[in-house]
């Protein structure tokens, strides 16, 4: 089993780590608005400020996520050209980027969280959560593919039947 820096080893305690549910325990003072605790938000808020600490110390995080942003930017900008002038070809590639920006998203949470250490419940460590990630990426791919070949497909016979 590799080694954890002290990044991902703070990451995996903060990150990863399974709480106790702890409403059942909150004072009346303590509830949020509908009975949510308000220490449940703040945990969120420490979940995610951790989250992002470890992309700005991970380096090849910190890339990943600039991919991440461009590729979305890019997205953004050929749905509103291919909406603007009814190209179905640009929204096709915007899809397809989109499932990068996904896949990208992907990767990056499965990086980070491969660098947790062991708990009690995974004794052998979330090194494995890329190979996962790959493999979840691998499937929506190939969704993404045979709907788009289907798709050609169908668009093919009802060009030739208009035609006649």
Request: aromatic share 10%; hydrophobic share 45%.
């Amino acid at each position: 089993m590799a080694t954890v820096g002290a990044s991902g080893a703070a990451l995996g305690q903060r990150f990863i780590r399974v709480e106790e549910d702890d409403h059942a325990s909150d004072s009346d003072e303590e509830k949020g608005h509908k009975g949510h605790s308000r220490a449940h938000s703040s945990s969120i808020v420490a979940r995610a400020r951790d989250f992002f600490g470890a992309i700005t110390r991970e380096r090849d995080a910190r890339k990943l996520l600039i991919v991440i942003v461009l590729n979305t930017l890019c997205a953004v900008s050929g749905l509103s050209w291919g909406l603007l002038h009814h190209q179905q070809a640009v929204l096709s590639d915007v899809l397809y980027m989109l499932f990068d920006s996904l896949a990208f998203s992907l990767s990056l949470i499965s990086m980070l969280q491969s660098k947790a250490p062991p708990t009690a419940a995974f004794s052998y460590g979330f090194e494995r959560s890329e190979v996962m990630a790959g493999f979840f990426n691998a499937a929506l791919l190939l969704c993404y593919g045979t709907t788009n070949a289907v798709h050609t497909v169908l668009k093919a016979f009802e060009s030739n039947w208009d035609s006649h």
